[in-house]
């Protein structure tokens, strides 16, 4: 079975310490557009000081400026986000196969860490053009 990827969602670095200096490198020199932080079944998050996310033609960048959560795997590492076609499916492939991954929400809300084999960090996210019937 297959994870069933359906597009790029995000990619993300840590700029710990360095979030101005960042902003000003990605969106005043690469002139990126800078948009609200979006996850998902929450409220839009405008002038976070532990980052911001940037957008160009459909796909985000996630600039984070916190503390590591220590705990592989480790969202507010660099990591690559994909969509997905139905994240429970994705849930399910995960513990059938004994990925050991990290979860935030519920539901269609739910994102998902986990890492590939040399450590790093792969997300994904219930792709929100898709509608999960169940």
């Given at each position: ?36 932080i979006q996850l998902p079944g929450m409220e839009p998050i405008r002038n976070s000081d532990l980052g911001f996310?940037?957008?160009k033609e459909g796909v985000q960048m996630h600039v984070i400026g ?69």
């Amino acid at each position: 079975m297959s994870m069933n990827i359906t597009r790029m969602n995000h990619a993300a670095v840590n700029v710990l310490g360095k979030v101005d200096e960042a902003r000003a490198f990605y969106v005043d020199l690469l002139g990126l557009p800078e948009v609200p932080i979006q996850l998902p079944g929450m409220e839009p998050i405008r002038n976070s000081d532990l980052g911001f996310w940037l957008e160009k033609e459909g796909v985000q960048m996630h600039v984070i400026g916190r503390e590591s959560m220590g705990e592989a795997p480790d969202p507010t590492q660099f990591h690559v986000s994909w969509f997905v076609e139905d994240i429970d499916a994705v849930a399910v492939e995960l513990a059938d196969r004994d990925v050991h991954n990290r979860t935030m929400g519920e539901g269609d809300h739910r994102i998902i860490w986990i890492l590939d084999p040399s450590g790093n960090v792969v997300e994904f996210q219930q792709d929100p053009n898709i509608e999960v019937t169940q």
